[in-house]
Protein backbone atom coordinates (compact mmCIF):
# COMPACT_ATOMS: atom_id res chain seq x y z
CA UNK A 1 0.00 0.00 0.00
CA UNK A 2 1.17 3.52 -0.88
CA UNK A 3 2.05 5.74 1.98
CA UNK A 4 0.83 8.65 2.65
CA UNK A 5 1.97 12.02 4.62
CA UNK A 6 -1.26 12.85 6.41
CA UNK A 7 -3.95 10.66 5.56
CA UNK A 8 -4.86 7.13 6.23
CA UNK A 9 -7.04 4.58 3.31
CA UNK A 10 -9.57 3.07 5.43
CA UNK A 11 -8.77 -0.75 6.08
CA UNK A 12 -12.06 -2.50 4.95
CA UNK A 13 -11.82 -0.93 1.62
CA UNK A 14 -9.53 -2.23 -1.49
CA UNK A 15 -8.01 -0.44 -4.14
CA UNK A 16 -9.58 -0.21 -7.68
CA UNK A 17 -7.42 -1.92 -10.50
CA UNK A 18 -6.71 -2.23 -14.01
CA UNK A 19 -6.53 -5.07 -15.83
CA UNK A 20 -6.05 -4.68 -19.98
CA UNK A 21 -8.21 -1.58 -20.80
CA UNK A 22 -10.77 -2.07 -18.04
CA UNK A 23 -11.28 -1.12 -14.52
CA UNK A 24 -11.10 -4.50 -11.94
CA UNK A 25 -13.68 -2.78 -8.76
CA UNK A 26 -13.89 -4.73 -5.60
CA UNK A 27 -17.46 -4.86 -3.89
CA UNK A 28 -15.86 -2.31 -1.61
CA UNK A 29 -13.91 0.71 -3.26
CA UNK A 30 -11.68 2.83 -1.73
CA UNK A 31 -13.29 6.27 -3.28
CA UNK A 32 -11.08 9.58 -1.90
CA UNK A 33 -13.30 12.51 -1.34
CA UNK A 34 -12.83 15.89 -1.46
CA UNK A 35 -16.00 18.07 0.56
CA UNK A 36 -14.73 21.31 -1.17
CA UNK A 37 -14.92 24.96 0.10
CA UNK A 38 -17.66 27.23 0.78
CA UNK A 39 -21.22 25.37 0.08
CA UNK A 40 -18.67 22.10 -0.26
CA UNK A 41 -19.76 21.93 3.71
CA UNK A 42 -23.11 21.53 2.27
CA UNK A 43 -23.61 19.47 -0.41
CA UNK A 44 -20.62 16.76 0.15
CA UNK A 45 -22.91 15.61 3.24
CA UNK A 46 -25.92 15.57 1.35
CA UNK A 47 -24.48 13.82 -1.63
CA UNK A 48 -22.90 11.03 0.53
CA UNK A 49 -26.28 10.36 1.67
CA UNK A 50 -27.76 9.79 -1.74
CA UNK A 51 -24.82 7.79 -3.12
CA UNK A 52 -24.61 5.72 0.06
CA UNK A 53 -28.46 4.96 0.12
CA UNK A 54 -28.23 3.92 -3.51
CA UNK A 55 -25.55 1.35 -3.55
CA UNK A 56 -27.40 -0.34 -0.48
CA UNK A 57 -31.13 -0.32 -2.15
CA UNK A 58 -29.64 -1.43 -5.33
CA UNK A 59 -27.35 -4.24 -3.69
CA UNK A 60 -29.00 -4.61 -0.60
CA UNK A 61 -25.23 -4.68 1.33
CA UNK A 62 -23.46 -6.83 -0.85
CA UNK A 63 -21.40 -3.51 -1.91
CA UNK A 64 -20.60 -0.06 -0.30
CA UNK A 65 -18.29 2.61 -0.77
CA UNK A 66 -15.12 3.07 2.01
CA UNK A 67 -14.88 6.80 1.55
CA UNK A 68 -11.47 8.42 2.38
CA UNK A 69 -11.00 11.87 3.40
CA UNK A 70 -8.54 13.83 0.93
CA UNK A 71 -7.66 17.60 0.79
CA UNK A 72 -7.56 20.55 -1.43
CA UNK A 73 -8.24 24.15 -0.86
CA UNK A 74 -9.06 25.86 2.36
CA UNK A 75 -9.41 22.44 4.23
CA UNK A 76 -5.74 21.41 3.15
CA UNK A 77 -4.65 24.90 4.46
CA UNK A 78 -5.60 23.94 7.57
CA UNK A 79 -4.47 20.07 7.81
CA UNK A 80 -1.07 20.67 5.98
CA UNK A 81 -0.18 24.31 6.98
CA UNK A 82 0.08 27.48 5.20
CA UNK A 83 0.03 27.44 1.15
CA UNK A 84 -0.56 24.12 0.97
CA UNK A 85 -3.92 24.15 -1.18
CA UNK A 86 -3.05 21.24 -3.26
CA UNK A 87 -0.70 18.64 -1.10
CA UNK A 88 0.94 15.76 -2.37
CA UNK A 89 -0.78 13.25 -0.90
CA UNK A 90 -4.33 14.29 -2.60
CA UNK A 91 -2.85 13.73 -6.15
CA UNK A 92 -0.93 10.50 -5.07
CA UNK A 93 -4.59 9.16 -3.81
CA UNK A 94 -5.83 10.23 -6.49
CA UNK A 95 -3.54 8.55 -8.93
CA UNK A 96 -3.55 5.10 -6.54
CA UNK A 97 -7.51 4.92 -5.70
CA UNK A 98 -8.06 5.82 -9.73
CA UNK A 99 -11.83 7.02 -8.78
CA UNK A 100 -12.52 10.31 -7.03
CA UNK A 101 -15.01 12.61 -6.46
CA UNK A 102 -14.90 16.23 -5.39
CA UNK A 103 -16.72 19.31 -3.87
CA UNK A 104 -15.86 23.09 -5.53
CA UNK A 105 -12.73 24.55 -5.03
CA UNK A 106 -11.51 28.13 -4.50
CA UNK A 107 -9.32 29.38 -6.25
CA UNK A 108 -6.13 31.01 -3.91
CA UNK A 109 -5.41 35.05 -3.93
CA UNK A 110 -1.79 35.70 -4.20
CA UNK A 111 -0.51 33.48 -6.27
CA UNK A 112 0.80 30.24 -6.41
CA UNK A 113 -2.30 28.16 -8.44
CA UNK A 114 -4.21 29.78 -11.47
CA UNK A 115 -6.94 27.63 -9.87
CA UNK A 116 -7.27 24.31 -8.03
CA UNK A 117 -9.17 22.58 -10.48
CA UNK A 118 -6.99 23.71 -13.60
CA UNK A 119 -4.20 22.40 -11.94
CA UNK A 120 -5.69 18.94 -11.03
CA UNK A 121 -6.80 18.11 -14.27
CA UNK A 122 -3.18 18.92 -16.36
CA UNK A 123 -1.32 16.90 -13.35
CA UNK A 124 -2.87 14.00 -13.37
CA UNK A 125 -3.32 14.62 -16.77
CA UNK A 126 -7.32 14.77 -17.07
CA UNK A 127 -7.71 15.19 -20.53
CA UNK A 128 -11.47 15.30 -21.15
CA UNK A 129 -13.99 17.18 -19.12
CA UNK A 130 -16.86 15.26 -19.62
CA UNK A 131 -20.66 17.06 -18.66
CA UNK A 132 -23.74 15.63 -19.38
CA UNK A 133 -26.75 17.73 -19.99
CA UNK A 134 -30.53 16.51 -19.90
CA UNK A 135 -33.15 18.07 -18.44
CA UNK A 136 -35.32 16.46 -15.50
CA UNK A 137 -39.69 17.14 -15.87
CA UNK A 138 -40.65 19.85 -13.76
CA UNK A 139 -37.62 21.56 -13.64
CA UNK A 140 -37.92 25.40 -14.66
CA UNK A 141 -36.73 26.47 -18.00
CA UNK A 142 -36.10 29.28 -20.44
CA UNK A 143 -36.68 26.99 -23.67
CA UNK A 144 -39.71 26.22 -25.24
CA UNK A 145 -38.83 22.27 -25.48
CA UNK A 146 -36.40 21.57 -22.48
CA UNK A 147 -37.04 17.83 -22.86
CA UNK A 148 -34.83 18.45 -26.57
CA UNK A 149 -31.87 18.41 -24.90
CA UNK A 150 -29.99 15.30 -23.87
CA UNK A 151 -26.13 15.37 -24.97
CA UNK A 152 -22.58 14.89 -23.36
CA UNK A 153 -19.51 17.14 -23.79
CA UNK A 154 -16.34 16.51 -24.28
CA UNK A 155 -14.50 19.19 -23.79
CA UNK A 156 -10.65 19.07 -24.00
CA UNK A 157 -8.71 19.81 -20.50
CA UNK A 158 -5.19 20.73 -20.29
CA UNK A 159 -4.76 23.00 -23.63
CA UNK A 160 -5.78 25.81 -25.60
CA UNK A 161 -6.02 29.47 -23.30
CA UNK A 162 -5.75 27.53 -20.29
CA UNK A 163 -2.80 25.85 -20.70
CA UNK A 164 -1.97 29.23 -18.68
CA UNK A 165 0.99 30.39 -21.21
CA UNK A 166 1.03 34.27 -21.03
CA UNK A 167 2.66 37.88 -20.61
CA UNK A 168 1.70 40.33 -18.78
CA UNK A 169 1.52 43.78 -20.88
CA UNK A 170 4.30 46.01 -19.77
CA UNK A 171 6.22 43.02 -18.70
CA UNK A 172 10.17 42.47 -20.58
CA UNK A 173 8.63 39.25 -21.28
CA UNK A 174 5.58 40.26 -23.16
CA UNK A 175 8.05 43.03 -25.05
CA UNK A 176 10.27 40.36 -26.03
CA UNK A 177 7.61 37.83 -27.46
CA UNK A 178 5.79 40.81 -29.15
CA UNK A 179 9.17 41.88 -30.96
CA UNK A 180 9.81 37.94 -32.07
CA UNK A 181 6.57 37.75 -33.73
CA UNK A 182 6.74 41.35 -35.06
CA UNK A 183 10.41 41.01 -36.48
CA UNK A 184 11.10 37.62 -36.95
CA UNK A 185 7.41 36.34 -38.05
CA UNK A 186 6.32 39.51 -39.71
CA UNK A 187 3.51 40.45 -37.71
CA UNK A 188 2.15 43.58 -36.28
CA UNK A 189 0.70 43.09 -32.55
CA UNK A 190 0.67 46.21 -30.53
CA UNK A 191 3.52 47.32 -28.50
CA UNK A 192 1.14 48.01 -25.56
CA UNK A 193 -0.51 44.03 -25.61
CA UNK A 194 -0.56 40.88 -23.03
CA UNK A 195 0.32 38.00 -24.77
CA UNK A 196 -1.21 34.36 -25.02
CA UNK A 197 -0.65 30.91 -26.23
CA UNK A 198 -3.08 28.44 -27.58
CA UNK A 199 -1.10 25.41 -28.13
CA UNK A 200 -3.51 22.91 -29.56
CA UNK A 201 -1.94 19.62 -30.68
CA UNK A 202 -2.52 16.39 -32.44
CA UNK A 203 -1.86 14.23 -29.06
CA UNK A 204 -4.29 16.22 -27.09
CA UNK A 205 -6.85 16.39 -30.12
CA UNK A 206 -6.98 12.73 -30.71
CA UNK A 207 -7.22 11.14 -27.02
CA UNK A 208 -9.84 13.39 -26.98
CA UNK A 209 -12.09 12.50 -29.79
CA UNK A 210 -10.83 8.95 -29.50
CA UNK A 211 -12.37 8.73 -25.74
CA UNK A 212 -15.53 10.48 -27.16
CA UNK A 213 -16.54 8.04 -30.20
CA UNK A 214 -15.88 5.39 -27.56
CA UNK A 215 -18.06 6.74 -25.27
CA UNK A 216 -20.79 7.08 -28.05
CA UNK A 217 -20.12 3.57 -29.45
CA UNK A 218 -20.27 2.52 -25.41
CA UNK A 219 -23.72 4.07 -24.63
CA UNK A 220 -25.29 3.77 -28.63
CA UNK A 221 -25.35 7.15 -29.30
CA UNK A 222 -25.26 8.42 -33.23
CA UNK A 223 -23.42 11.01 -33.79
CA UNK A 224 -20.33 12.85 -32.32
CA UNK A 225 -20.18 16.63 -33.17
CA UNK A 226 -16.64 18.59 -33.02
CA UNK A 227 -17.30 21.72 -32.25
CA UNK A 228 -14.56 24.58 -33.23
CA UNK A 229 -13.58 28.04 -34.89
CA UNK A 230 -11.67 26.48 -37.14
CA UNK A 231 -13.27 29.58 -40.00
CA UNK A 232 -10.73 31.96 -38.30
CA UNK A 233 -8.29 29.99 -36.03
CA UNK A 234 -7.03 27.53 -38.88
CA UNK A 235 -4.00 25.69 -37.50
CA UNK A 236 -5.66 25.76 -34.25
CA UNK A 237 -9.41 24.77 -34.05
CA UNK A 238 -9.15 24.46 -37.99
CA UNK A 239 -6.60 21.83 -37.07
CA UNK A 240 -8.58 19.76 -33.95
CA UNK A 241 -11.24 19.05 -36.23
CA UNK A 242 -9.01 17.83 -38.62
CA UNK A 243 -7.40 15.53 -36.97
CA UNK A 244 -10.70 14.46 -35.28
CA UNK A 245 -11.53 13.68 -38.56
CA UNK A 246 -8.62 11.96 -38.81
CA UNK A 247 -8.63 9.93 -35.80
CA UNK A 248 -12.38 8.78 -36.15
CA UNK A 249 -11.42 7.23 -39.84
CA UNK A 250 -8.13 5.79 -38.73
CA UNK A 251 -9.40 4.02 -35.80
CA UNK A 252 -13.10 3.57 -36.49
CA UNK A 253 -13.80 3.00 -39.43
CA UNK A 254 -15.71 0.25 -39.37
CA UNK A 255 -18.11 1.83 -36.52
CA UNK A 256 -18.27 5.76 -38.06
CA UNK A 257 -19.33 7.63 -41.42
CA UNK A 258 -18.81 10.94 -41.77
CA UNK A 259 -21.66 13.41 -42.59
CA UNK A 260 -19.98 14.52 -45.94
CA UNK A 261 -19.97 10.91 -46.71
CA UNK A 262 -24.25 11.11 -46.40
CA UNK A 263 -24.46 13.77 -48.21
CA UNK A 264 -22.69 11.97 -51.28
CA UNK A 265 -24.39 9.08 -50.77
CA UNK A 266 -27.83 10.92 -51.03
CA UNK A 267 -26.74 12.73 -53.69
CA UNK A 268 -25.63 8.88 -55.74
CA UNK A 269 -29.13 7.87 -54.90
CA UNK A 270 -30.53 11.17 -56.85
CA UNK A 271 -28.01 10.01 -59.76
CA UNK A 272 -25.90 12.90 -58.74
CA UNK A 273 -22.11 12.09 -59.41
CA UNK A 274 -20.69 11.43 -55.72
CA UNK A 275 -17.87 13.93 -54.42
CA UNK A 276 -16.13 11.30 -52.18
CA UNK A 277 -12.43 10.37 -53.27
CA UNK A 278 -12.78 7.30 -54.85
CA UNK A 279 -12.65 4.07 -52.94
CA UNK A 280 -12.46 6.46 -49.43
CA UNK A 281 -15.97 4.98 -48.63
CA UNK A 282 -16.66 1.70 -51.10
CA UNK A 283 -15.92 -1.11 -48.49
CA UNK A 284 -18.91 0.67 -46.34
CA UNK A 285 -21.27 1.87 -48.93
CA UNK A 286 -21.10 -1.67 -50.64
CA UNK A 287 -22.82 0.04 -54.08
CA UNK A 288 -25.72 0.65 -51.97
CA UNK A 289 -25.88 4.12 -51.29
CA UNK A 290 -29.19 4.99 -49.26
CA UNK A 291 -28.00 8.37 -47.21
CA UNK A 292 -28.93 6.30 -44.17
CA UNK A 293 -26.38 6.11 -41.89
CA UNK A 294 -27.40 2.46 -40.51
CA UNK A 295 -26.14 1.44 -36.61
CA UNK A 296 -22.79 4.24 -37.64
CA UNK A 297 -21.93 7.07 -35.88
CA UNK A 298 -22.43 9.98 -37.79
CA UNK A 299 -19.17 12.40 -37.27
CA UNK A 300 -19.43 16.07 -38.32
CA UNK A 301 -18.90 19.44 -37.18
CA UNK A 302 -19.90 22.38 -36.40
CA UNK A 303 -18.46 25.94 -36.30
CA UNK A 304 -18.76 26.94 -32.52
CA UNK A 305 -20.56 30.46 -32.97
CA UNK A 306 -23.39 28.28 -34.88
CA UNK A 307 -23.52 25.28 -32.26
CA UNK A 308 -25.10 28.22 -29.91
CA UNK A 309 -27.80 28.59 -32.21
CA UNK A 310 -28.06 25.15 -32.29
CA UNK A 311 -28.59 23.76 -29.40
CA UNK A 312 -31.26 26.48 -28.56
CA UNK A 313 -33.09 25.51 -31.63
CA UNK A 314 -32.15 22.15 -32.87
CA UNK A 315 -30.59 20.58 -29.52
CA UNK A 316 -32.13 16.90 -30.42
CA UNK A 317 -29.94 16.60 -33.15
CA UNK A 318 -26.82 16.64 -31.53
CA UNK A 319 -25.82 13.69 -29.28
CA UNK A 320 -22.09 14.11 -27.82
CA UNK A 321 -20.55 17.32 -28.64
CA UNK A 322 -16.24 16.81 -28.83
CA UNK A 323 -14.69 20.28 -28.35
CA UNK A 324 -11.73 22.38 -27.47
CA UNK A 325 -11.49 23.91 -23.68
CA UNK A 326 -12.77 27.31 -24.27
CA UNK A 327 -15.46 26.51 -26.37
CA UNK A 328 -16.51 23.59 -23.94
CA UNK A 329 -16.63 26.22 -20.70
CA UNK A 330 -18.75 27.88 -22.93
CA UNK A 331 -21.02 25.42 -24.51
CA UNK A 332 -21.16 23.52 -21.34
CA UNK A 333 -22.99 26.01 -18.91
CA UNK A 334 -24.61 27.03 -22.08
CA UNK A 335 -26.65 24.49 -22.38
CA UNK A 336 -27.15 23.76 -18.62
CA UNK A 337 -29.03 27.03 -18.06
CA UNK A 338 -31.65 25.36 -20.36
CA UNK A 339 -32.23 22.65 -17.72
CA UNK A 340 -32.39 24.31 -14.62
CA UNK A 341 -28.55 25.28 -14.16
CA UNK A 342 -25.45 24.55 -12.67
CA UNK A 343 -27.16 23.08 -9.67
CA UNK A 344 -28.21 20.25 -12.13
CA UNK A 345 -25.34 20.01 -14.33
CA UNK A 346 -22.85 16.84 -12.94
CA UNK A 347 -18.89 16.59 -14.84
CA UNK A 348 -16.21 14.31 -14.77
CA UNK A 349 -12.83 14.95 -15.43
CA UNK A 350 -11.29 11.64 -16.62
CA UNK A 351 -7.98 10.45 -18.31
CA UNK A 352 -6.89 7.52 -19.91
CA UNK A 353 -8.20 5.49 -16.47
CA UNK A 354 -8.35 7.81 -13.36
CA UNK A 355 -11.29 9.97 -13.08
CA UNK A 356 -12.42 12.28 -10.83
CA UNK A 357 -16.13 13.86 -10.43
CA UNK A 358 -16.70 17.34 -9.51
CA UNK A 359 -19.69 19.48 -8.74
CA UNK A 360 -19.44 21.91 -12.24
CA UNK A 361 -20.65 25.14 -10.30
CA UNK A 362 -18.41 27.54 -7.73
CA UNK A 363 -18.21 27.48 -3.78
CA UNK A 364 -20.98 30.13 -3.30
CA UNK A 365 -19.35 31.15 -0.13
CA UNK A 366 -22.34 33.70 1.08
CA UNK A 367 -24.42 30.64 1.48
CA UNK A 368 -21.86 28.27 3.13
CA UNK A 369 -23.45 26.50 6.17
CA UNK A 370 -26.76 27.41 5.62
CA UNK A 371 -27.77 24.42 4.22
CA UNK A 372 -29.84 25.65 1.76
CA UNK A 373 -28.37 25.06 -1.70
CA UNK A 374 -29.25 22.63 -4.28
CA UNK A 375 -26.73 19.33 -4.33
CA UNK A 376 -28.06 18.73 -7.43
CA UNK A 377 -24.88 18.90 -9.17
CA UNK A 378 -22.69 16.69 -6.99
CA UNK A 379 -25.75 13.97 -6.71
CA UNK A 380 -25.58 13.61 -10.42
CA UNK A 381 -21.44 13.73 -10.63
CA UNK A 382 -21.77 10.82 -8.22
CA UNK A 383 -24.30 9.29 -10.30
CA UNK A 384 -21.69 9.78 -13.58
CA UNK A 385 -19.22 8.15 -10.78
CA UNK A 386 -21.61 5.03 -10.09
CA UNK A 387 -21.73 4.45 -14.09
CA UNK A 388 -17.93 4.71 -14.06
CA UNK A 389 -17.72 2.16 -11.53
CA UNK A 390 -19.97 0.03 -13.58
CA UNK A 391 -22.70 0.38 -10.91
CA UNK A 392 -25.49 1.42 -13.00
CA UNK A 393 -28.26 -0.03 -11.20
CA UNK A 394 -27.13 2.45 -8.39
CA UNK A 395 -27.13 5.38 -11.03
CA UNK A 396 -30.05 4.48 -12.03
CA UNK A 397 -31.80 4.69 -8.43
CA UNK A 398 -30.73 8.23 -8.24
CA UNK A 399 -31.89 9.69 -11.39
CA UNK A 400 -35.21 7.70 -11.01
CA UNK A 401 -35.26 9.55 -7.08
CA UNK A 402 -34.38 13.33 -8.36
CA UNK A 403 -36.86 13.11 -10.87
CA UNK A 404 -39.74 11.74 -9.25
CA UNK A 405 -38.77 14.27 -5.84
CA UNK A 406 -38.42 17.42 -8.84
CA UNK A 407 -41.92 15.97 -10.30
CA UNK A 408 -43.38 16.44 -6.78
CA UNK A 409 -42.10 19.75 -6.68
CA UNK A 410 -40.24 18.92 -3.38
CA UNK A 411 -36.79 21.66 -4.04
CA UNK A 412 -34.70 23.86 -3.13
CA UNK A 413 -34.74 27.60 -3.12
CA UNK A 414 -33.11 28.18 -6.25
CA UNK A 415 -35.78 25.72 -8.36
CA UNK A 416 -39.27 26.71 -5.55
CA UNK A 417 -38.29 30.42 -6.48
CA UNK A 418 -39.32 29.50 -9.99
CA UNK A 419 -41.74 26.73 -9.30
CA UNK A 420 -45.49 27.61 -8.97
CA UNK A 421 -46.99 25.86 -5.97
CA UNK A 422 -43.10 23.83 -4.98
CA UNK A 423 -42.41 22.92 -1.25
CA UNK A 424 -39.04 24.19 -0.24
CA UNK A 425 -36.58 22.15 1.24
CA UNK A 426 -33.08 22.64 3.12
CA UNK A 427 -29.98 20.94 1.24
CA UNK A 428 -30.11 17.93 3.50
CA UNK A 429 -33.91 17.67 2.94
CA UNK A 430 -33.61 17.59 -0.18
CA UNK A 431 -31.04 14.74 0.10
CA UNK A 432 -33.60 12.66 2.28
CA UNK A 433 -35.93 13.16 -0.32
CA UNK A 434 -34.23 11.95 -2.82
CA UNK A 435 -33.60 8.72 -1.28
CA UNK A 436 -37.13 8.10 -0.28
CA UNK A 437 -38.04 8.38 -3.74
CA UNK A 438 -35.92 5.78 -4.96
CA UNK A 439 -38.41 3.38 -4.03
Known amino acids: MVNFEQITPPEDGQPITIEGDELKVPDRPIIPFIRGDGIGSDIWPAAKVVLDAAVQKAYGGRRSIAWMKIYAGDEAVKEYGPGQFLPADTLKAIETFIVAIKGPLTTPVGGGYRSLNVTLRQVLNLYACVRPVRWFKGVPSPVVHPERMNIIIFRENTEDVYAGIEW ?55 SVTLMHKGNIMKFTEGAFKDWGYELALEEFRDRVITEAELWDETRAEDGVTPIT ?136 YDLHRLMEGATKVSCSGYAEAIVKNMD
Not at 177 to 205: A, H, L
Not at 330 to 359: H, K
Request: with cysteine; glycine share 14%; hydrophobic share 40%.
Open 168 to 222: QQGTAEASEVIEFINQKMGKNIRTDSGVGIKPISITGSKQLVRKAIKHAIAEGRK
Open 277 to 412: KPGAFAELRGGRPTGDPGDRIVIKDRIADSMFQQILTRADEYEVVCTLNLNGDYISDAAAAQVGGLGMAPGANIGDFVGLFEATHGTAPKYAGQDKVNPGSLVLSGVMMLNYLGWREAGKLVEDGIGRTIEAKTVT
